[in-house]
């Protein structure tokens, strides 16, 4: 198969779709790779790069879309990129399209397959090529609530891991999932004291089986949060209620009591926020204020570490992208029902339920057109 490429176009998108490690699977697999020049630029990976894996570097996008079988991408297309969908092209991208139906619309009338990472799932009904991501974002959370601690960004001044004679920080993090887990292990490793809650108990399990007591685990509710995040510096918000709008675990009334200088991070924020004074804010402006309380709410926390999310998403997605170009899309689905609920659009049906449904348009079941 010929895989191809593009640079991502949306704004702010600086993560490219493969690395030279998967260029020479796929060469060593007997594919080629073709790869439009400085698609890595944003990521810190040059052509020669590519090259040197084995990948051809094409001028343009045209020549991408025109000559691959599948392409990958990390964004959905935008509308510039419509015209370039076409019968018989994979995309195996980040497709989100029940929030758009303008792309599904496209991704129809082109006829091409669209294969979403966001949507492959696995038996235990867990996201593989999300996760990454959420790993990511937690691993983050407590470097910018750090840098948000100190005075002249806002913060109290407290720093984080204190020093022999002075207390540290104390980091609350809500939800033990894949980003909070994450968030909890990085603060603990700053040698702040860190609190993780979540109303599920084995999640807490497995904090208390890795880490041993050096973070504390408590059953998330009301009352609990309450104690702990009004004596916190650092609060990283980490719930996720699957397919639903985050929940408000801490009410505004509850940031009111907060000590003045203190630090929220929403890393849910994508999901509506966990924090009652929550609103989206952007890596170019991540920061506002509300009751003396620093907020910061970035939706896509990840563009801002493009080089590591870059291979983090493709060290996920290559597997699945190996068996798409080992079998083509009808075999690999058919070998991998993980896989086959990635796929979104097929021949201009849709054939991933929810999407249908959030447009209020026709769903076809994949096994019928497969
Ligand atoms: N802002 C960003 O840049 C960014 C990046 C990646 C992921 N995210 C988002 O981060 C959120 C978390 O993702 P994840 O992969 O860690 O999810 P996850 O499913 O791995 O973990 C979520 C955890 O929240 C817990 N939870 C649910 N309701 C709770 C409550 N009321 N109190 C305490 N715990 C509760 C669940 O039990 C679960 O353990 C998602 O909304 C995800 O989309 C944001």
Redesign the pocket.
């Known amino acids: 198969m010929r895989v191809g490429v593009p640079r991502e176009l949306k704004d702010n998108e600086y993560r490219v779709a493969i690395t030279p490690a998967g260029v020479r699977e796929l060469v060593v697999s007997g594919h080629s790779v073709i790869i439009e020049r400085n698609a890595g630029a944003g990521s810190s990976i040059p052509d020669t790069d590519f090259e040197r894996a084995g990948a051809s570097i094409v001028p343009d996008a045209d020549t991408v879309f025109s000559e691959a079988d599948m392409v990958l991408k990390v964004k959905e297309p935008i509308p510039e990129e419509f015209h370039r969908l076409r019968e018989g092209l994979i995309l195996f991208t980040y497709l989100h399209l029940a929030a758009s139906e303008p792309v599904t619309r496209a991704l129809m009338e082109s006829g091409a397959a669209g294969v979403a990472y966001e949507t492959v799932e696995l038996p235990d009904r867990s996201l593989p090529l999300?996760?990454p991501?959420?790993e990511?974002?937690?691993r983050m959370a407590p470097q910018a609530g750090a840098k948000l601690l100190e005075r002249e960004h806002g913060g109290r001044g407290v720093l984080l891991g204190g020093v022999s004679g002075v207390r540290p920080g104390r980091v609350v993090v809500?939800?033990?999932?894949?980003?909070?887990?994450n968030a909890a292990w990085i603060a603990q490793g700053m040698e702040a004291e860190v609190v993780i809650?979540?109303?599920?108990i084995n999640?807490l399990r497995d904090v208390d089986r890795i880490h041993q007591g050096k973070i504390l685990t408590l059953a998330?509710n009301r009352l609990a949060v309450e104690e702990v995040v009004t004596d916190a510096d650092l609060v990283i918000g980490?719930?996720?209620?699957?397919g639903a709008v985050?929940?408000t675990?801490v009410t505004e009334d509850i940031i009111k009591e907060m000590k003045p200088g203190s630090v929220v991070v929403?890393?849910?924020?994508?999901?509506g926020g966990?924090f009652e004074t929550s609103h989206m804010t952007t890596h170019s402006d991540p920061t506002y204020v509300v009751h003396d309380v620093v907020h910061y709410c970035?939706?896509?926390?990840?563009?801002a570490v493009p080089h590591t999310s870059t291979y983090a998403l493709t060290n996920a997605t290559l597997p699945y992208v190996v068996a798409l170009a080992d079998h083509g899309l009808a075999d690999a689905v058919r070998r991998d029902p993980a896989l086959a609920k990635g796929v979104n659009v097929l021949g201009g049906q849709i054939v991933y339920e929810p999407v249908a449904e959030a447009h209020g348009l026709p769903w076809t079941a994949l096994h019928s057109l497969i």
């Open positions: 999300l996760a991501m959420s990511v974002a937690g809500i939800g033990a999932g894949m980003s909070g887990m809650l979540d109303k599920n999640k998330s980490a719930v996720l209620v699957p985050a929940p675990v929403d890393i849910s924020i994508d999901q966990c970035v939706g896509n926390m990840p563009g």
